[in-house]
């Protein structure tokens, strides 16, 4: 009985890209025992992310406990970095000019009434005057 691969699919998926790659590096590697370069491992672990941790590592053809490794590992990189917090300053603005009033306080007291012309004060102090002739009234 003659057993044959299966033809490689016109539209491989990702993880059938990753194990290709794989595949190539182990052929093309100088000496057996020559580490996974790094773009491998981001690759596996990534697919392992997406499909589960052992259908990755059986589709890859790597070992599970050092894929399981690598997995952690990113997982602690991806917590243990900082929040990325950007403070923006607001845009300096120009200067406020005080705003000017101009208004007439009318009165009426036992003696008539009493009218007062203001102009040209700031707005803090035309409140302050309309307090303090109100709370007078009272």
Known sequence: MVTTKPAPSPNPTP?????DRID????TRRFANTPMPTTLWCAAVAAAQQHG???AARALRIDYGALKTHVEAAATRSSERPPTFIELSPPSLPARQPVQID???EREAPSGIRRALVSGLPAEDVLAL???LWSEAQ
């Open 15 to 19: 993880l059938e890209k990753t194990r």
């Open 24 to 27: 190539q590096w182990r052929k």
């Open 53 to 55: 941790l052992y259908p």
């Open 103 to 105: 208004c007439v306080f």
């Open 130 to 132: 309309a307090r303090l």
